[in-house]
């Protein structure tokens, strides 16, 4: 693909498998002893989000898991039809939101008992009511980074380069085209059965992603 036809990020809809596997004909190391490009999957194009929930839907049934779906706006009933049910993002922020807000009140704490102490018309150094502001705020700042930083890192961004870009077709991710790709490194992967049940889905074009 030319740079300046370069798609700019689609949204991706990306199902991990804790245990990935990798299929030989997709090993790098094979692939360059054999002089044969190392492949990343296969990748189906449709011409609607209703083709692609329904091939995705039927790609997870036929047991394959290393799913990723490309469209050029979020399709929520995808995300279901991969088998994506959960997200650590949640956990992510509230696990920075308790951080910044015990950091914040500790900050205060050491500040006005510890390190400077003062009294003031003689209440307690350690004057916990006060401290609830800045406490909220450190909460909310805390929580807000994790959200983008979490949101970044699970999203494997920033990517300059991704191997489905190799797909001339692929630039029209962003415009009116859909993707489906099945990765060469699913437990069940095997190119021959995967193209065949690939072409079995309606798919206006079939073809391999390169790495």
């Known amino acids: 693909?030319?740079?300046?036809?370069?798609?700019?990020?689609?949204?991706?809809?990306?199902?991990?498998?804790?245990?990935?596997?990798?299929h030989e004909s997709a090993h790098p190391a094979h692939s360059r002893r054999r002089g044969v490009p190392a492949l990343y999957g296969i990748m189906a194009e449709f011409d609607n989000p209703t083709a692609l929930v329904a091939?995705?839907?039927?790609?997870?049934?036929?047991?394959?898991?290393r799913i990723n779906g490309y469209s050029p706006y979020p399709i929520e009933e995808l995300d279901e039809a991969i088998g994506f049910k959960h997200t650590t993002l949640p956990l992510i922020v509230l696990i920075g939101g308790i951080l910044g807000g015990l950091g914040g009140f500790f900050m205060q704490y050491w500040m006005a008992v510890i390190n400077y102490p003062l009294n003031v018309g003689g209440k307690p150094l350690n004057s916990w009511p006060a401290f609830i502001p800045i406490t909220f705020e450190c909460t909310i700042l805390a929580a807000a980074t994790?959200?983008?930083?979490?949101?970044?890192?699970?999203?494997?961004?920033?990517?300059?380069?991704?191997?489905?870009?190799?797909?001339?077709?692929?630039?029209?991710?962003?415009?009116?085209r859909f993707f489906l790709v099945i990765e060469a490194n699913d437990p069940k992967f095997t190119h021959g059965e995967a193209m065949q049940f690939m072409r079995t889905l309606g798919a206006r074009d079939v073809s391999d992603v390169e790495v």
């Open 1 to 22: 693909m030319a740079e300046d036809e370069k798609p700019e990020e689609p949204w991706e809809h990306d199902l991990e498998d804790p245990e990935p596997f990798h």
């Open 55 to 65: 091939a995705a839907r039927s790609s997870y049934e036929a047991g394959y898991r």
């Open 146 to 176: 994790a959200a983008v930083l979490g949101m970044l890192a699970l999203n494997k961004l920033p990517q300059p380069y991704h191997p489905v870009f190799n797909n001339p077709n692929f630039a029209l991710a962003t415009r009116d």
